[in-house]
């Protein structure tokens, strides 16, 4: 007997009905929605590489997100929508919602919705089946262990086993996805990870306050010296060559040492796709989920 993925995909959510063909265990979702979902606080790049995993596993996302979200690899990151109503990425389409009442028609339409709420004022009457913290603040702005059975965080500034229940490490190397059931991530170095030999010199920093103004775009190749925005129209250069991988966005408000651009050293690099470590975290959070549902140690 044939089965299709798709169908397959259904046997990692919790709460379902479960029904034999043949040699082939599948489950189906169950009728409450709400028991499926999985809300995940911040939508850029790598709160939308889990996003993606979620969702191909058969879950219902809300994306929870700020007034004015300042990812700089904008070009996959669901949280545009705050700016534009819709973002589309890869196989994602994420819409903006203004209230708790639309989710449902999103769900139907394979939709993600993203709620303006940077608080997480709706968790506790939406009582979801996990909650992930990928605001990637390098700190805990709000989230607590028992917002959720599940309560899951992606980066340094949580304590597994006190602020959530398992913490992702988001720091390349060796160690990149791994699941944290006791303790801390690595701490925040201000060092970004190694790219093709370039490290500190491919991120680029807000040299004081000010309005940014964009000169060059995503996936613009840039050469070393090339003029890439302004920030108080003061001229920012492109320390190295590259692959313009990400850039804030136009007319955002800046503060002194915020990352507002992203150059790649390897021009090759397609920018409209998710990255290989926003996929190696998002299938560390699906992991840490499913760990934590198949052993018991989630909040009953």
Known sequence: MNVKIAHFQTVYLVKAHEHQIGFIKIKTKPENKMDNL?????????????????????????????????????????CEAVYDGTKEVEDMICRKIDRNGELSKCWEEGIIPLL????????????PAAVIDAIIAKKNTGTEINMANIVIALGPGFTAGKDVHAVIETKRGNDLGKLILCGQAEANTGVPGEIAGESIRRVVRAPGN???KNIKQIGDIV??????????????????????????RDGINVKEGMKIADIDPRPDINPNTISDKARCVGGAALEAY???????????
């Open 210 to 212: 000010g309005l940014v």
């Open 38 to 78: 999985i809300i995940i606080r911040g939508g850029g790049d790598l709160a939308t590489g889990v996003a993606q995993k979620f969702k191909r596993s058969g879950f219902n996302i809300l994306i929870l997100e700020s007034e004015t979200p300042t990812a700089i690899r904008r070009s996959v990151s669901l």
């Open 290 to 300: 499913l760990y934590l549902n198949a052993n018991g140690e989630a909040k009953k």
């Open 116 to 127: 303006v709420d940077p608080d997480g004022s709706c968790i506790g009457k939406l009582k």
């Open 223 to 248: 050469q070393q010296g090339e003029i890439l925005l302004s920030v108080n129209k003061e001229e920012i250069f492109a320390p190295i060559s590259g692959l313009l991988r990400g850039l804030i």
